[in-house]
């Protein structure tokens, strides 16, 4: 147990005073550069900001080869990213997103240059990128009524007035990985720039199927495209930007997980080898995104600012898996799919004041509409007399509506001092349309995603309305004594909405008081800088997915309450060729007892089947009252009590214009709960450790870059869907070659 937690702290101790007698005893030219961020709508120092922060360029990401949202883990402490099939789960802090259902908003709000996103078809690759944030804790204020455990925010690179110029990168590593991206800036007169970018990326299937299926697991092709018009006139700024994404995928590696229970007789079937999978279903993921943005600014003279930004997106899925993860013999062949589309309307008008003066301030409205359509279906074919039909068809419609004023200021109260205040009100609106259906015998699956589904009898209505508001907000002291130090401590409130969970009902808002202090400083004439903070928070409500026996799927109901508290610690270092930087972040999570069925208790058979009540038909269960159960309580689910990072790159001066740079760096996550039960036998997903590294020679415009990512080979379990688990990334490795113009 001592191990645990002593290795890390003992590291970065030694790490922090090895650089510090360095740093002291040099006297570099070179100093760490500053990072400026944006979240707070107004470009700010990251060591200025009063939030716990993790701040990452466009250039930092190549480096740290963070291609997709999942990758920010490996950077960013105290985050983490699970798989759960077409959605992943992000969680900062044990808080966020534990559950796949549309009905559920994500507690970590992922914002694109400002618009937020829903969670489906969050996977497509980074690039042409400015940055990353990575913001922890509840951002009440200014991110919204979804921002419980922080929020995320990436921004692309805009177009430049009078400026001829871009990139193209090309890489080719093992699993046949080829890709090429790129982008152009082009003026047009003295007021209006284009730019044009594009990304073209495919490589082979990560896994063996050994099945009679023959598929090709987690192989990947993707398209997408991007373009953005700016236009600047004295005080009047606008950007459009039009993007496109398709992601193609030979579906999910998935596996039962390993357990001795009577109730998953799949296990039987697990191949029980690294990077081979056995099915007997044809299994695909496709995802297709379309977003429009129109971003516009007016300043005044004196300098306030009025900022609209005005988003439309539609997103599209079509998935295919393997239900039982197996081509078992003797068993029937489970199998489902997924067809979701997410349509967002949004637009937040801001009023920014100037950067000058005592009182700084920024005052705003916000509104979203959510149209949320899914058609699902289970499938249960037997092997022995070739006999299969679907079974249960979940088709839910969601309509919701989320509204929004805030405020927050800053007043200079001495030369030294400051206080924010921040106060937003949310009002969230929800209307379920639709049933779950029980398919005629012989459906055929355009048969099945018809609305209604042809020939289908109703097993539950899908309709429901839900309505709850909150008042949200930040009230922070802060205090400089000098230029290189901020010392400052807060309480924030953050809420995210409720919302239906038909037929039985509707679930509650989640909420969470965070009790926060930190220091950041710089060091060392700027070759040193480091971020501390401690953390106490009370959550509650928590939003679970569990088994609704009135349908047999999963519904959404709030579980318990929690108490999080913990510290965080990161710093970057620059000493002559030597940079270092790395992040630390302890969470000790508690959540109360509850009671909930146990989906291990319910046979694999009777997945997805409503309870018996006397007019269903044969496709029931009987008993879902013997499969209740109450729990203890334990940490908060997908939440690791260790997680950090550490990497080093030494630049060498081979010749006048030519550099030589290794890279190494290791990213710890360590074991966490997936679901509630709390039995580690089928609940914990271990811990694990992950090494990168590069070799980068760069010549002027030129740049050429050896990679290698998870280097260990290291066979991992990544996340959990239902009753399988799922992998992350093997071994990857190739070579980048980029060019400036």
């Given at each position: 147990?001592?191990?645990?937690?002593?290795?890390?702290?003992?590291?970065?101790?030694?790490?922090?005073?090895?650089?510090?007698?360095?740093?002291?005893?040099?006297?570099?030219?070179?100093?760490?550069?500053?990072?400026?961020?944006?979240?707070?709508?107004?470009?700010?120092?990251?060591?200025?900001?009063?939030?716990?922060?993790?701040?990452?360029?466009?250039?930092?990401?190549?480096?740290?080869?963070?291609?997709?949202?999942?990758?920010?883990?490996?950077?960013?402490?105290?985050?983490?990213?699970?798989?759960?099939?077409?959605?992943?789960?992000?969680?900062?802090?044990?808080?966020?997103?534990?559950?796949?259902?549309?009905?559920?908003?994500?507690?970590?709000?992922?914002?694109?240059?400002?618009?937020?996103?829903?969670?489906?078809?969050?996977?497509?690759?980074?690039?042409?990128?400015?940055?990353?944030?990575?913001?922890?804790?509840?951002?009440?204020?200014?991110?919204?009524?979804?921002?419980?455990?922080?929020?995320?925010?990436?921004?692309?690179?805009?177009?430049?007035?009078?400026?001829?110029?871009?990139?193209?990168?090309?890489?080719?590593?093992?699993?046949?990985?080829?890709?090429?991206?790129?982008?152009?800036?082009?003026?047009?007169?003295?007021?209006?720039?284009?730019?044009?970018?594009?990304?073209?990326?495919?490589?082979?299937?990560?896994?063996?199927?050994?099945?009679?299926?023959?598929?090709?697991?987690?192989?990947?092709?993707?398209?997408?495209?991007?373009?953005?018009?700016?236009?600047?006139?004295?005080?009047?700024?606008?950007?459009?930007?039009?993007?496109?994404?398709?992601?193609?995928?030979?579906?999910?590696?998935?596996?039962?997980?390993?357990?001795?229970?009577?109730?998953?007789?799949?296990?039987?079937?697990?191949?029980?080898?690294?990077?081979?999978?056995?099915?007997?279903?044809?299994t695909s993921n496709f995802e297709r995104a379309f977003a429009t943005v129109?971003?516009?600014?007016?300043?005044?003279?004196?300098?306030?600012?009025?900022?609209?930004?005005?988003?439309?997106?539609?997103?599209?899925?079509?998935?295919?898996?393997?239900?039982?993860?197996?081509?078992?013999?003797?068993?029937?062949?489970?199998?489902?799919?997924?067809?979701?589309?997410?349509?967002?309307?949004?637009?937040?008008?801001?009023?920014?004041?100037?950067?000058?003066?005592?009182?700084?301030?920024?005052?705003?409205?916000?509104?979203?509409?959510?149209?949320?359509?899914?058609?699902?279906?289970?499938?249960?074919?037997?092997?022995?007399?070739?006999?299969?039909?679907?079974?249960?068809?979940?088709?839910?419609?969601?309509?919701?509506?989320?509204?929004?004023?805030?405020?927050?200021?800053?007043?200079?109260?001495?030369?030294?001092?400051?206080?924010?205040?921040?106060?937003?009100?949310?009002?969230?609106?929800?209307?379920?349309?639709?049933?779950?259906?029980?398919?005629?015998?012989?459906?055929?699956?355009?048969?099945?995603?018809?609305?209604?589904?042809?020939?289908?009898?109703?097993?539950?209505?899908?309709?429901?309305?839900?309505?709850?508001?909150?008042?949200?907000?930040?009230?922070?002291?802060?205090?400089?004594?000098?230029?290189?130090?901020?010392?400052?401590?807060?309480?924030?409130?953050?809420?995210?909405?409720?919302?239906?969970?038909p037929p039985t009902g509707t679930f509650a808002p989640e909420t969470v008081?965070?009790?926060?202090?930190?220091?950041?400083?710089?060091?060392?004439?700027?070759?040193?800088?480091?971020?501390?903070?401690?953390?106490?928070?009370?959550?509650?409500?928590?939003?679970?997915?569990?088994?609704?026996?009135?349908?047999?799927?999963?519904?959404?109901?709030?579980?318990?309450?929690?108490?999080?508290?913990?510290?965080?610690?990161?710093?970057?270092?620059?000493?002559?060729?030597?940079?270092?930087?790395?992040?630390?972040?302890?969470?000790?999570?508690?959540?109360?007892?509850?009671?909930?069925?146990?989906?291990?208790?319910?046979?694999?058979?009777?997945?997805?089947?409503?309870?018996?009540?006397?007019?269903?038909?044969?496709?029931?269960?009987?008993?879902?009252?013997?499969?209740?159960?109450?729990?203890?309580?334990?940490?908060?689910?997908?939440?690791?009590?260790?997680?950090?990072?550490?990497?080093?790159?030494?630049?060498?001066?081979?010749?006048?214009?030519?550099?030589?740079?290794?890279?190494?760096?290791?990213?710890?996550?360590?074991?966490?709960?997936?679901?509630?039960?709390?039995?580690?036998?089928?609940?914990?997903?271990?811990?694990?450790?992950?090494?990168?590294?590069?070799?980068?020679?760069?010549?002027?415009?030129?740049?050429?870059?050896?990679?290698?990512?998870?280097?260990?080979?290291?066979?991992?379990?990544?996340?959990?869907?239902?009753?399988?688990?799922?992998?992350?990334?093997?071994?990857?490795?190739?070579?980048?070659?980029?060019?400036?113009?």
């Amino acid at each position: 147990m001592t191990k645990t937690w002593v290795r890390p702290v003992l590291l970065g101790l030694m790490l922090s005073g090895s650089l510090s007698a360095t740093a002291l005893a040099q006297n570099a030219d070179k100093e760490i550069k500053d990072i400026v961020v944006t979240a707070q709508r107004r470009s700010e120092n990251v060591q200025n900001v009063n939030i716990a922060v993790t701040a990452l360029s466009g250039d930092t990401l190549t480096e740290k080869r963070v291609t997709r949202a999942i990758d920010l883990q490996t950077a960013a402490p105290g985050l983490t990213i699970s798989r759960s099939g077409v959605t992943d789960s992000f969680n900062i802090r044990g808080i966020g997103l534990a559950s796949g259902s549309p009905q559920v908003t994500n507690g970590v709000a992922t914002y694109i240059d400002g618009v937020f996103q829903p969670p489906i078809v969050s996977n497509g690759q980074f690039y042409d990128m400015a940055g990353a944030e990575v913001l922890r804790g509840p951002q009440g204020t200014l991110s919204g009524a979804n921002s419980t455990g922080g929020a995320v925010y990436l921004t692309t690179q805009r177009p430049q007035l009078g400026k001829l110029g871009g990139y193209v990168a090309a890489n080719y590593g093992n699993y046949n990985n080829v890709g090429i991206n790129g982008a152009l800036n082009l003026p047009v007169g003295e007021k209006l720039a284009i730019r044009a970018s594009g990304l073209f990326n495919q490589h082979d299937a990560w896994f063996k199927d050994t099945g009679p299926a023959n598929n090709q697991p987690e192989r990947l092709a993707e398209v997408d495209g991007r373009i953005q018009a700016l236009y600047k006139s004295n005080g009047f700024q606008a950007n459009l930007k039009v993007e496109a994404t398709q992601r193609k995928t030979g579906g999910f590696a998935l596996q039962p997980i390993n357990t001795l229970l009577a109730t998953n007789p799949y296990v039987a079937g697990r191949t029980n080898a690294p990077w081979t999978v056995n099915f007997d279903t044809a299994t695909s993921n496709f995802e297709r995104a379309f977003a429009t943005v129109l971003e516009m600014k007016y300043e005044f003279a004196g300098g306030l600012t009025l900022r609209s930004l005005t988003a439309y997106q539609n997103k599209r899925l079509a998935a295919v898996s393997d239900t039982d993860a197996t081509a078992v013999s003797g068993r029937n062949a489970l199998a489902g799919g997924n067809n979701v589309r997410e349509r967002v309307y949004s637009q937040e008008i801001n009023i920014i004041s100037p950067d000058t003066g005592k009182f700084k301030y920024v005052i705003g409205g916000y509104f979203q509409r959510n149209k949320v359509d899914l058609r699902n279906w289970n499938w249960s074919f037997n092997r022995t007399t070739n006999v299969g039909g679907y079974t249960t068809l979940p088709h839910p419609n969601t309509s919701k509506l989320l509204l929004g004023t805030f405020a927050q200021g800053t007043y200079q109260l001495t030369d030294k001092l400051s206080v924010d205040a921040g106060l937003r009100y949310s009002r969230f609106t929800v209307n379920g349309f639709n049933a779950v259906y029980s398919a005629a015998a012989g459906s055929t699956i355009d048969m099945i995603i018809g609305d209604p589904p042809v020939g289908a009898t109703v097993l539950a209505p899908q309709t429901g309305h839900e309505s709850d508001g909150r008042a949200t907000g930040k009230l922070a002291l802060n205090y400089k004594p000098d230029a290189d130090n901020l010392v400052y401590a807060f309480v924030a409130r953050g809420y995210k909405n409720g919302g239906i969970n038909p037929p039985t009902g509707t679930f509650a808002p989640e909420t969470v008081m965070d009790y926060e202090a930190g220091w950041k400083s710089t060091l060392f004439n700027r070759h040193l800088r480091t971020q501390i903070g401690a953390f106490y928070m009370k959550y509650n409500n928590f939003q679970m997915d569990v088994t609704n026996p009135v349908t047999g799927q999963n519904g959404v109901v709030n579980l318990a309450n929690s108490e999080i508290k913990g510290f965080e610690a990161s710093f970057q270092a620059k000493v002559d060729a030597l940079s270092l930087d790395g992040g630390l972040s302890y969470v000790d999570s508690s959540l109360s007892g509850f009671t909930l069925i146990n989906k291990w208790l319910v046979p694999a058979a009777f997945n997805g089947f409503p309870q018996c009540n006397g007019s269903n038909s044969a496709r029931c269960y009987p008993d879902y009252a013997s499969a209740s159960m109450t729990t203890n309580g334990g940490s908060n689910l997908y939440s690791p009590k260790w997680t950090w990072n550490l990497s080093a790159a030494y630049r060498i001066q081979a010749s006048e214009d030519v550099t030589i740079t290794p890279r190494i760096g290791y990213a710890y996550v360590g074991s966490q709960w997936a679901y509630p039960t709390y039995q580690a036998s089928t609940d914990l997903i271990a811990a694990r450790g992950l090494w990168q590294g590069s070799i980068t020679l760069d010549k002027g415009t030129w740049k050429a870059e050896v990679y290698g990512t998870n280097l260990a080979n290291k066979f991992y379990v990544a996340g959990q869907s239902g009753r399988n688990e799922l992998y992350g990334a093997p071994r990857e490795y190739g070579v980048r070659v980029s060019k400036k113009f």
